[in-house]
């Protein structure tokens, strides 16, 4: 099995910083792509950043310029960088990765659990 797991969120005033931490643990044989996703209370889960297994990223336009993904392979963890934020970035934050399991020829995603944050004065 394959588990995800989210940390680092909290509550930030508008304009702070605060940096979310995705560990993947269990039976893994390579991660491929892995992203941050959002979802506010009433609305759809959103896309925040994505990162391929050799750095490339994407960003919505709406954290361009203010948030940063990277992802450490030794350790098998991403994290999302969040700065300047504003209080439309409330909301529970969840991370994703294409996994494929040791001794499973296809490749699975797999979700966390979330993490709230909340950006409030």
């Known amino acids: 099995q394959v588990q995800l797991v989210e940390s680092g969120g909290g509550l930030v005033q508008p304009g702070g910083s605060l940096r979310l931490s995705c560990a993947a643990s269990?039976?893994?044989?390579?991660?491929?792509?892995m992203s941050w996703h959002r979802q506010a209370p009433g609305k759809q889960r959103d896309l925040v950043a994505s990162i391929g297994s050799g750095g490339s990223t994407n960003y919505a336009d709406s954290v361009k310029g203010r948030f940063t993904i990277s992802r450490d392979n030794a350790k098998n963890t991403m994290y999302l960088q969040m700065n300047s934020v504003k209080p439309e970035d409330t909301a529970v934050y969840y991370c994703?990765?294409?996994?494929?399991?040791?001794?499973?020829?296809?490749?699975?995603?797999?979700w966390g659990q979330g993490t709230q944050v909340t950006v409030s004065s």
């Open positions: 269990g039976s893994i044989f390579r991660i491929y792509a």
């Open positions: 994703s990765a294409a996994v494929r399991p040791v001794g499973a020829v296809t490749i699975q995603d797999y």
